[in-house]
């Protein structure tokens, strides 16, 4: 592992660790608020929808600039994000602002991988990154639980008691924002060192009609491509069952278990430990060409998920979780890097990871719009874990027939 992928590592960890910390202390700060509860999951929505509007602009930027750059400003987005929740303004807004960060973070962070290593090692590299950032959100969903838990509560009461200025830092949900406002400056630090690669796509124009043509060009490319379509298509419905899974979670520990907030977060990162289990065999045993044969995985995730109503003992719960985590693992890993090989072939790697995020957040939002809507008509939370295990099965069961009948040839 050379010196540069190590410093980009140890950077995508710090700001992945406060970007999943960071979700559960705005969902404290809304409950502060008593703001309404479908504004739990409209806290992704506001994240995600920079993803979608900036997603013309964003693959082109991190082309046109040394990608070590961009996730530096990145972060310093993100941080500016944290000091505008701390200053008060509404955590819906707020975390939008930490989303344009993640917006232009992710083309550069993803980017850079096919810039820095051959094809032959992109799963390689992607089981690293993926793994590491799966030990993130487990770590960041523990983080997070314990600064909003009881015992933080608590701890900062009493220093509220002894410190007689707090610059408004009142809360513990507030303080929970200031470190990971830390953790997001010591993210920016680690991009300092990311050593300045060759400009794979130098900025042509700056027209914003141009940009526009110029990105739907590449996404009517990208979907027309065999091989670029299945593996879109598939981690377009990872990310938004993903998502969705991780707020349905919350709701169904506290419905199943009577698990606290601190609780709940701890399920979610099981999922983590399977997914980081699943990554590291998949990047192991599934070379690039080889990819598309793990699509049966999905289908086995979706039956998992259904399974999850079932369930009554947190025990069982547990194994669970795992096991749709490692299906998950299994076939996220092979299909990101084929993707990220075939956009890289055809438009640059920033432009394809810019197109591979404004389908996938396009997905994120739709289904946390369906699980809102649902949780509003007051739908019960096992009835919904079964419609969105059956919607997986169908999927992916529909998409491994079609590519089965495509025949399509390995890259």
Not at 70 to 84: E, P, R, T, W
Not at 259 to 281: N, P, Y
Not at 325 to 330: H, K, M, V
Request: glycine share 8%; proline share 4%; aromatic share 10%.
């Amino acid at each position: 592992m050379s010196k540069a992928f190590f410093v980009i590592l140890a950077a995508q960890f710090f700001s992945s660790l406060a970007d999943n910390a960071l979700l559960f202390a705005a969902i404290e700060l809304l409950k502060d608020l008593s703001a309404p509860d479908w504004q739990t999951p409209a806290l992704q929505q506001f994240f995600v929808v920079s993803f979608i509007v900036l997603a013309p602009f964003v693959g082109t930027y991190a082309d046109a600039m040394p990608k070590g750059k961009v996730m530096f400003i990145s972060n310093a987005i993100k941080v500016a994000g944290c000091l505008a929740m701390l200053l008060g303004l509404h955590p819906l807004f707020a975390y939008g602002i930490v989303g344009i960060g993640a917006a232009l973070y992710s083309p550069a962070k993803y980017g850079i991988l096919t810039e820095c290593m051959p094809a032959n090692r992109l799963v390689w590299a992607n089981g690293w990154m993926e793994g590491l950032t799966v030990t993130s959100v487990i770590l960041g969903a523990i983080v997070g639980g314990l600064l909003v838990g009881e015992y933080f509560r608590q701890l900062m009461a009493g220093l509220l008691d002894t410190v007689p200025f707090n610059a408004g830092i009142d809360t513990a949900p507030k303080l929970a924002v200031l470190i990971i406002l830390l953790l997001y400056a010591l993210a920016a630090a680690f991009n300092l060192f990311i050593p300045k690669l060759p400009i794979e796509h130098r900025l042509e124009s700056r027209s914003l009609s141009t940009l526009c043509v110029d990105f739907w060009h590449s996404f009517i490319v990208l979907w027309q491509d065999p091989l670029g379509h299945v593996s879109l298509a598939v981690t377009s419905l990872f990310w938004g069952v993903g998502t969705t899974l991780r707020f349905l979670i919350l709701s169904w520990a506290a419905l199943a278990f009577n698990f606290s907030l601190e609780q709940a977060t701890q399920l979610t990162a099981v999922v983590a430990v399977g997914l980081a289990i699943g990554s590291v065999i998949a990047a192991k045993y599934v070379p690039l060409q080889n990819a598309v044969k793990v699509l049966p995985l999905g289908v086995a995730m979706g039956a998992m998920i259904v399974c999850m109503s079932w369930v009554s003992d947190w025990r069982i719960a547990l194994v669970v979780l795992v096991v749709i985590g490692i299906l998950a693992g299994g076939f996220l890993i092979p299909m990101n890097a084929l993707l990220q090989h075939r956009g890289h072939q055809m438009m640059g790697s920033g432009h394809s990871i810019a197109l591979q995020n404004f389908n996938e957040n396009v997905a994120i939002l739709l289904l946390l719009g369906v699980y809102a809507i649902l949780v509003e008509l007051a739908v019960p939370v096992r009835t919904i874990l079964v419609l969105f295990g059956l919607a997986v099965c169908f999927f992916m069961a529909w998409l491994t027939k079609k590519h089965l009948q495509d025949a399509v040839p390995a890259p």
